[in-house]
């Protein structure tokens, strides 16, 4: 038995199975963690969908921003035209089961394997966040994403790039949305935390006063593996830390998709050709 975590796919149907056949991957015994943004971009978001939620119990997800603007395509929030990879998925005849089993996915997950504390979030984690107050916020948005009535007001609330500071008292939607750009938006921060939402490139182009949001020393001290994707301009490297693992490389821009085994951390990838 092992567990897999597997960087960005963005509707990258192809390669995603062909890493798996490359590391035997068997559905029976093992088991595949996704960092988020399953969606968008790539040309088999529908497929990709059908075959995560197939492998039922041995799968586990957190949501990406490209997942959270999936489910506002689908309720009228934006534009589907504007979305032309993701029509596949809105048109659909299972279109209504696969985005109620997509919005079931927290923010963030936390798992012990093989005697290491694991923590799983699409972006990154803020430096002054705990891993417990990271679960317990992403706990809040899970509860308003998957009610009934919240979850609509709540895709329409989640765009923006205010408030870019955490306080405590932060209350309503303004406060789930800084958690929301937290973990599935951020790259480069502050070491209070303060977001900055708008460079998408290397560590090197970091802006004046923000730095990776995993330079900053942690106060777990390093206690908690976190797996995250989302910022494919790393190509996986966060600077030779031994517990910040980067997994997005770029698959969709015609890099490679790769997947950890969380037992051994050993790495393994595939080309991707399908580039945008």
Aim: proline residues 5%; charged residues 20%; glycine residues 8%.
């Amino acid at each position: 038995m092992a567990t897999y975590a597997v960087g960005d796919i963005q509707g990258c149907y192809e390669p995603l199975r062909r890493l798996l056949d490359q590391v035997n991957f068997d559905p029976s015994v093992d088991r595949l963690w996704a960092v988020g943004d399953l969606v968008n971009r790539g040309p088999d978001s529908l497929k990709v969908l059908r075959f995560l939620k197939s492998l039922g119990p041995q799968f586990t997800a957190v949501l990406g921003n490209h997942d959270l603007h999936l489910l506002a395509l689908y309720r009228g929030i934006k534009n589907p035209a504007k979305a032309p990879t993701l029509r596949q998925v809105l048109e659909a005849q299972d279109c209504d089961e696969l985005l109620d089993w997509l919005k079931s996915w927290p923010l963030a997950y936390a798992e012990t394997i093989n005697g290491r504390a694991y923590l799983m979030v699409h972006a990154g984690v803020p430096p002054n966040w705990s891993i417990e107050q990271t679960l317990q916020r992403s706990e809040e948005v899970e509860h308003v994403l998957q009610g009934k009535k919240s979850s609509g007001q709540f895709l329409t609330e989640m765009y923006g790039d205010l408030p870019s500071r955490w306080h405590d008292n932060l209350d309503g939607y303004a406060r789930l949305r800084f958690i929301t750009n937290s973990l599935t938006r951020m790259r480069f921060c502050k070491a209070d935390g303060e977001l900055e939402l708008t460079t998408k490139t290397g560590v090197e182009t970091a802006p004046s006063g923000y730095h990776p949001w995993f330079s900053y020393p942690r106060n777990d001290h390093g206690k908690t593996q976190i797996v995250f994707g989302h910022w494919a301009s790393l190509d996986g490297d966060t600077g030779g830390s031994a517990t910040i693992h980067g997994l997005d490389t770029g698959c969709v821009w015609g890099k490679q998709l790769t997947m950890m085994r969380l037992e051994d951390q050993q790495r393994f990838s595939t080309a991707c050709f399908n580039k945008l």
